[in-house]
């Protein structure tokens, strides 16, 4: 595998894990922070900007799976594809702790 097939694997990781939480608010019809809210990544966008969000997500982040090669068979891929989930995991548990204080 290349490079690009690895880098590729991290950003699924990353796309495929923000689908998630999007998602979950948007067709429970609660308020999430989105790049699109103001100010970005603070402020709450309404649910249906949430869903979009999270399919636009989940879109990329399948496209980027296909890219990257990512399976079973070759561990180092799958280690990279799961520090991809871990980091915006990581980054998101941060960002949003005060989502309801803004």
């Known amino acids: 595998m290349q490079w690009y097939h690895y880098f590729s ?3 699924a990781g990353m796309f495929l894990a923000n689908f998630v939480p999007h998602f979950i608010k948007g067709i429970a019809g609660d308020a999430f922070p989105t ?6 990544g603070k402020g709450l966008s309404s649910p249906m900007v949430n869903v979009l969000w999270a399919l636009f997500n989940l879109v990329v982040g399948y496209l980027l799976f296909r890219v990257g ?4 068979d070759n561990c180092l891929s799958m280690l990279i594809f799961f520090a991809g989930i871990a980091a915006i995991s990581i980054m998101g548990a941060n960002n949003f702790v005060h989502k309801d204080k803004a």
Do not use: E, L, Q, R
Request: charged share 15%; hydrophobic share 45%; glycine share 8%.
């Open 69 to 72: 090669k990512v399976n079973a």
């Open 9 to 11: 694997g991290f950003w």
């Open 35 to 40: 790049p699109f809210a103001k100010p970005p």
